[in-house]
Structure formats: structure tokens, C-alpha cells
């Protein structure tokens, strides 16, 4: 098992920044490979960022390239999302997510969802424009 903690969400101004911070306990982190996603109300959850056990690759989709940024201290147990240049259209819950292991493959399955088993609970963050 392992327990995903989110904070640093809040309210900003578009064109601000957050960095959001996903502390983790239970088994060992740096086995895990680890993902950002959000949900914004009536929506699908969507990928933001994901990065693999030892930080050597990460991954983003084009909304977020060259904005967003996904870090990990393995001595620390926390990943990191740094958001700059925010827009309003960023609005909604990021979540963070690790996969269990197993038959996950980081640079396929990256930013499916449903292969990740575990989950924190979310940190709002909210655009003003």
C-alpha cells in the first residue's frame, strides 16, 4: 500500500503559479513510477504529467508543455508540480497517483488512468482570469 498525500493547491491569478506537492508513505517510493492528474467539474479526469521511479523521464500532454513541471525527491518520499503561466482552463482537482508495479510499462501506459492503484485525495486549484 501506498498513502499519496496532495497540497499547494489555492487560488491564483491567471498568469501566477503553484507548485503542488505529493507527500507519500507506506511501501518503498522510489519503486513507483508517479502521476498528475486533474478533474475539473463535469468532466473526465486527464493526464497532466508523469514522471518515472528515478526522475530520468517525465511526460506531459500539449496543454501543459512548457508550463508544468514534475519533479521527485526519492529521499523525501514527494513529488513535486510546479505550474507556471497558469490559465483559467487549469481549474479543477490534481490529484497524484502511483502504479502498483507489475505489468505497468512508464513510456505506454503513462497517462492511463485506470492503471494507476493509488490515489490522494486532491488539491483544488483554482484559476481567476
Known amino acids: 500500500q501506498v498513502q499519496l498525500v496532495e497540497s499547494g493547491g489555492g487560488l491564483v491569478q491567471a498568469g501566477g503559479s503553484l507548485r503542488l506537492s505529493c507527500a507519500a508513505s507506506g511501501r518503498t517510493f522510489s519503486d513507483h513510477h508517479i502521476g498528475w492528474f486533474c478533474q475539473a467539474p463535469g468532466k473526465e479526469r486527464e493526464f497532466v504529467a508523469a514522471i518515472n521511479r528515478s526522475g530520468s523521464n517525465t511526460y506531459y500532454p500539449d496543454s501543459v508543455k512548457g508550463r508544468f513541471t514534475i519533479s521527485r525527491d526519492n529521499a523525501k518520499n514527494t513529488v513535486y508540480l510546479q505550474m507556471n503561466s497558469l490559465k483559467p482552463e487549469d481549474t479543477a482537482v490534481y490529484y497524484c497517483?502511483?502504479?502498483?508495479?507489475?505489468?505497468?510499462?512508464?513510456?505506454?501506459?503513462?497517462?492511463?488512468?485506470?492503471?494507476?492503484?493509488?490515489w490522494g485525495q486532491g488539491t483544488q486549484v483554482t484559476v481567476s482570469s
Open positions: 497517483a502511483a502504479e502498483r508495479g507489475g505489468t505497468f510499462a512508464f513510456d505506454s501506459d503513462f497517462y492511463r488512468a485506470h492503471l494507476y492503484a493509488y
